[in-house]
């Protein structure tokens, strides 16, 4: 499942970040990195962008780039 799909509330962990280049890299600086908790705190009124909660900070994420963070179920990554 990717970001984007996550439930307002929900919470997931990040297994993969996609992306390349300057793009994944910027991911990676804002925080972005596998094995990290991430919840869902809002979107906006058309869905885009979104707000996530992680690393004790609000990030706004574009829904496009969303798409492209890899998330897994925290129970899912307990048992790795």
Same mark, same amino acid.
């Given at each position: ?14 297994? &993969? ?7 994944r890299l910027r ?7 596998? @094995? &990290? ?39 899912? @990554?307990?048992?790795?």
């Amino acid at each position: 499942m990717t970001l984007d799909k996550l439930k307002i509330g929900e919470k997931a962990v990040i297994k &993969t970040v996609g992306g390349t280049g300057a793009l994944r890299l910027r991911f990676l600086d804002m925080g972005l990195i596998p @094995n &990290t908790e991430v919840r869902m705190l809002k979107r906006a009124p058309m869905g885009d962008p979104l707000d996530i909660v992680l690393r004790g900070y609000e990030l706004t994420l574009r829904v496009e780039d969303a798409q492209k963070i890899e998330v897994g179920s925290i129970e899912e @990554n307990e048992h790795i």
